[in-house]
């Protein structure tokens, strides 16, 4: 079986700019683990015909190619982070080829979002794939996706590794910055605030989905309730809204604003923003509870402040449910007060998550292996069109 996935080059590009350039790379690294697999190419519909650098250093030997280079090169395509051509795909499908369209950002949102906000979006044909494959935290919205694409969809296995975060991780200690949180190091720094934790929020507030509103309420919370909690308050991502009458509402509101403990900034990398100016991450998600920054906080050990039902079943991080600000703060105060000395037993829960994520273990091989199998199964023989 030779597969194809797509992605979407321009000019610029950092890995770091979303979790789906990364998430491409791990999928075709599952695949390539797998025996029937003969190759795993890229099908670039981008302008650069090339992948930022972390990409030939984490996963060397994947090919770059065009959608015309990849005609008779694949068998089985993927549309995942690139959108391919519909009169292409129309004639892959037509030779027996297989097409699979993996969706990883929230299928409703993506449907309606655009619409109601006026935001422009690249649109597909709904009928253009053999499959639809989803990970676990969109199961809710497979009927939906079944109805408008007018074909199976499947639920596959959610898979991320470290080495990204590992070369980053690398590069800042060329500048002399260390990430991950060091009980001893991190104390100097903490007594430095006063005790308190130094909070970053890096939710991208481009959608309902992932927003900084109720992180920012839940860390005024805790501030609020116990002013050892909270040093300083760091929102990413917010300089687009600042001066949007709703945020400065919301803004002017919180107590860590009024004192001068807040600040807004553009966007940064996790890694290189906590080496330098945090401790701890507050999150919110809606309906979206499989981010890669979880993994890349907790990979860290800092305390994650979250409501992630999924995090959540592995006992990882500190969960509050919901939009329950309230008892967001007091999982904040509680980072504060515990989180040094029940470090080893936290780092042991988020290794559970690190395991069940690992694209190399025995489940997430045989859940992909099954799929592409059976996706292939009853194809026709190949034949020229």
Same mark, same amino acid.
């Given at each position: 079986?030779?597969?194809?996935?797509?992605?979407?080059?321009?000019? +610029?590009?950092?890995? %770091?700019?979303?979790?789906?350039?990364?998430?491409?790379?791990?999928?075709?690294?599952?695949?390539?683990?797998?025996?029937?697999?003969?190759?795993?190419?890229?099908?670039?519909?981008?302008?650069?015909?090339?992948?930022?650098?972390?990409?030939?250093?984490?996963?060397?030997?994947?090919?770059?190619?065009?959608?015309?280079?990849?005609?008779?090169?694949?068998?089985?395509?993927?549309?995942?982070?690139?959108?391919?051509?519909?009169? %292409?795909?129309?004639?892959?499908?037509?030779?027996?080829?297989?097409?699979?369209?993996?969706?990883?950002?929230?299928? &409703?949102?993506?449907?309606?979002?655009?619409?109601?906000?006026?935001?422009?979006?690249?649109?597909?044909?709904?009928?253009?794939?053999?499959?639809? %494959?989803?990970?676990?935290?969109?199961?809710?919205?497979?009927?939906?996706?079944?109805?408008?694409?007018?074909?199976?969809? /499947?639920?596959?296995?959610?898979?991320?590794?470290?080495?990204?975060?590992?070369?980053?991780?690398?590069?800042?200690?060329?500048?002399?910055?260390?990430?991950?949180?060091?009980?001893?190091?991190?104390? +100097?720094?903490?007594?430095?605030?006063?005790?308190?934790?130094?909070?970053?929020?890096?939710?991208?507030?481009?959608?309902?989905?992932?927003?900084?509103?109720?992180?920012?309420?839940?860390?005024?919370?805790?501030?609020?309730?116990?002013?050892?909690?909270?040093?300083?308050?760091?929102? @990413?991502?917010?300089?687009?809204?600042?001066? /949007?009458?709703?945020? @400065?509402?919301?803004?002017?509101?919180?107590?860590?604003?009024?004192?001068?403990?807040?600040?807004?900034?553009?966007?940064?990398?996790?890694?290189?923003?906590?080496?330098?100016?945090?401790?701890?991450?507050?999150?919110?998600?809606?309906?979206?509870?499989?981010?890669?920054?979880?993994?890349?906080?907790?990979?860290?050990?800092?305390?994650?402040?979250?409501?992630?039902?999924?995090?959540?079943?592995?006992?990882?991080? &500190?969960?509050?449910?919901?939009?329950?600000?309230?008892? +967001? +703060?007091?999982?904040?105060?509680?980072?504060?007060?515990?989180?040094?000395?029940?470090?080893?037993?936290?780092?042991?829960?988020?290794?559970?998550?690190?395991?069940?994520?690992?694209?190399?273990?025995?489940?997430?091989?045989?859940? &992909?292996?099954?799929?592409?199998?059976?996706?292939?199964?009853?194809?026709?023989?190949?034949?020229?069109?």
């Amino acid at each position: 079986m030779r597969i194809g996935i797509s992605v979407l080059s321009h000019e +610029g590009q950092s890995i %770091w700019q979303n979790g789906l350039g990364q998430n491409v790379i791990f999928i075709a690294q599952a695949f390539q683990r797998l025996p029937f697999v003969e190759s795993v190419v890229l099908i670039d519909v981008g302008s650069e015909q090339r992948l930022p650098q972390p990409v030939d250093a984490i996963a060397p030997g994947l090919t770059l190619l065009t959608q015309q280079e990849a005609t008779d090169a694949v068998d089985v395509v993927i549309e995942m982070a690139g959108a391919l051509d519909n009169a %292409w795909l129309d004639l892959m499908r037509a030779r027996g080829r297989k097409v699979v369209y993996y969706c990883c950002g929230q299928p &409703y949102v993506g449907l309606v979002e655009p619409v109601v906000f006026n935001k422009p979006v690249h649109t597909s044909r709904p009928d253009r794939c053999d499959e639809i %494959w989803v990970v676990s935290k969109d199961r809710l919205h497979v009927p939906m996706m079944r109805t408008l694409h007018r074909c199976p969809v /499947h639920v596959v296995p959610y898979v991320w590794h470290s080495g990204f975060l590992q070369a980053r991780i690398a590069e800042l200690a060329q500048h002399g910055l260390e990430y991950g949180y060091d009980t001893e190091r991190s104390r +100097g720094a903490r007594e430095a605030a006063g005790g308190a934790l130094r909070v970053a929020i890096f939710e991208p507030n481009i959608s309902v989905v992932k927003c900084s509103s109720i992180p920012m309420l839940a860390c005024d919370e805790a501030y609020r309730a116990d002013r050892a909690s909270v040093a300083a308050l760091h929102a @990413l991502n917010t300089l687009h809204m600042k001066d /949007h009458l709703t945020m @400065l509402h919301l803004a002017n509101s919180l107590d860590l604003v009024r004192e001068h403990r807040a600040t807004f900034h553009g966007r940064h990398d996790i890694a290189g923003f906590m080496s330098q100016h945090t401790d701890a991450v507050v999150a919110h998600q809606w309906d979206n509870d499989q981010n890669y920054s979880y993994l890349d906080v907790l990979h860290g050990d800092y305390p994650l402040i979250h409501n992630s039902p999924w995090l959540a079943s592995f006992g990882a991080g &500190y969960y509050y449910p919901g939009f329950d600000a309230h008892e +967001g +703060g007091q999982q904040l105060i509680a980072a504060a007060r515990t989180h040094d000395a029940g470090l080893a037993a936290y780092r042991a829960r988020t290794r559970a998550v690190f395991d069940a994520v690992d694209p190399y273990n025995e489940e997430n091989l045989h859940g &992909y292996a099954q799929r592409l199998q059976a996706l292939v199964e009853h194809a026709p023989t190949r034949r020229s069109v």
